[in-house]
Every structure is written in structure tokens, then in C-alpha cells.
């Protein structure tokens, strides 16, 4: 699976929205963009997943640059509960390994 | 609400012991990954399996891991003689795996075992 770079950690404010960035620009056409995070104490959990279009669902918002090199996580009103790290990402589709390669992921501050 | 199941959650053993962790997968699922989280190399893949088969354990200490899946809901991972150097967290995850089309499927992972290994 290609690279991703994401910061170390980040800090925002209980009911504001937080943006995680991640580049990825070695990403290939195959490539989907996955986001998982996980709790303290917790397996990873999947949060959303996109190839090229901006993609919602109940937990977040996922936008894609148009040449696909960086993405964002959009939590759009964070809660205590989203403090976590948060990882993203690539997956083959071209029959790559099926394992998920994480890297060091984005450790999120949440303060009340 | 489905989930993976992991047993034991904790376990404390002696160097040179056998530890067996336990994984259910979520009924229907028909590939059982099993990953590994340290401090030091973060998560790392193992192992896994697609309708119990193993399809790559090149993640795994040949020697001392053995992973294994007698049926379509119990997968056992095995370490033999343990080591202090394993203690970590071991995570079991399930999926429906699409084949060569697998950049969509989505891993739900167990709790965890945590080990330590005196």
C-alpha cells in the first residue's frame, strides 16, 4: 500500500468541527482512502472510505483533492468521545494485500 | 449489534509458556485477520485467512506463532514458547472479504488480548 503522512497529533475544542489532514501523494488510480480510528482501549473501528468524490456518512466527511494526493477528515461538531488516533489509509483494489498498514496516525485532543 | 469476540482480554504468563488466543468472527465474515499493537512498531499485520484458508502469515515469527482456523467461527492464534518480547496487544478482525476487489471491504476489529510475558 502506498505512504500516507498525517501529523502527530492535533487539538481542538468540544463542539467545533476538526479537519485531519492526511497526503498520500504517491497514490495510485487503484487506491481508496481509508480512515479508522481508534479509542483508548479499543480495537480500530472503520470511520469512511473514498476513491475520488467526497463522501458522507453519520460519523464524518471524508474530501478528496482533485488530484487525489490529499484527503481530509471532516468531524463536523467533535465530542469527547472523538478523542482518539486517527489512521489513514490506502487500499489496492488492483488485488494488492488484503491487511490493513497502518502508520502512526493522527492522535486527536479534544478538550471540553 | 454484531461483533467480533476476543478471548481472553488479559493474560499474564511465564517466558516459555504456550498462550492460545481466541477470536469469534462475526457470523457471515469469511476472512479473520489477526494483528499485533506495540508501543514501539504500532499495528501490525500477522496474519490471515479467507474461508479459513491462510493466505499470508508473512507477518508472523514462523518458529513460535502458529495461527490456525478449525471452523468458520473460531480462529486461534498460538505462540510456543512465549517470549517477553510478545507482550503486546493482539487484535482479531473480521471481514467480507470481495477477493481482488478488496480496497472496499471494511475490517471490524475484537476488543483485544492484551499479553504480558514475564
Known amino acids: 500500500d502506498a505512504k500516507t503522512t498525517q501529523p502527530n497529533s492535533m487539538e481542538s475544542n468540544e463542539e467545533e468541527p476538526v479537519h485531519l489532514p492526511c497526503n498520500h501523494s504517491?497514490?495510485?488510480?487503484?487506491?481508496?482512502i481509508h480512515w479508522y480510528r481508534q479509542l483508548p482501549s479499543q480495537g480500530p473501528e472503520y470511520v469512511i472510505h473514498g476513491l475520488t468524490s467526497n463522501v458522507n456518512n453519520r460519523m464524518a466527511s471524508l474530501a478528496i483533492a482533485e488530484d487525489r494526493k490529499s484527503s481530509t477528515l471532516i468531524l463536523h461538531r467533535a465530542t469527547l468521545r472523538d478523542a482518539a488516533v486517527y489512521y489513514c489509509?490506502?487500499?489496492?483494489?488492483?488485488?494488492?494485500?488484503?491487511?490493513?498498514?497502518f502508520g502512526k496516525g493522527t492522535h486527536l485532543i479534544i478538550q471540553p | 449489534d454484531a461483533r467480533v469476540t476476543q478471548t481472553p482480554r488479559h493474560k499474564v504468563t511465564e517466558m516459555g509458556q504456550e498462550v492460545t488466543m481466541r477470536c469469534q468472527p462475526i457470523l457471515g465474515h469469511n476472512t479473520v485477520f489477526w494483528y499485533r499493537q506495540t508501543m514501539m512498531q504500532g499495528l501490525e499485520l500477522l496474519a490471515y485467512f479467507r474461508n479459513r484458508a491462510p493466505l499470508d502469515d508473512s507477518g508472523m515469527p514462523k518458529d513460535r506463532f502458529s495461527a490456525e482456523m478449525p471452523d468458520a467461527t473460531l480462529a486461534t492464534l498460538k505462540i510456543q514458547p512465549s517470549e517477553p518480547r510478545d507482550s503486546a496487544v493482539y487484535f482479531c478482525a473480521s471481514a467480507l472479504g470481495q477477493g481482488a476487489y478488496s480496497g472496499t471491504d471494511t475490517q471490524y476489529f475484537g476488543p483485544g488480548t492484551r499479553l504480558t510475558v514475564l
Open positions: 504517491t497514490i495510485s488510480g487503484t487506491d481508496y
Open positions: 489509509i490506502l487500499r489496492d483494489t488492483g488485488g494488492g494485500a488484503d491487511g490493513l498498514t
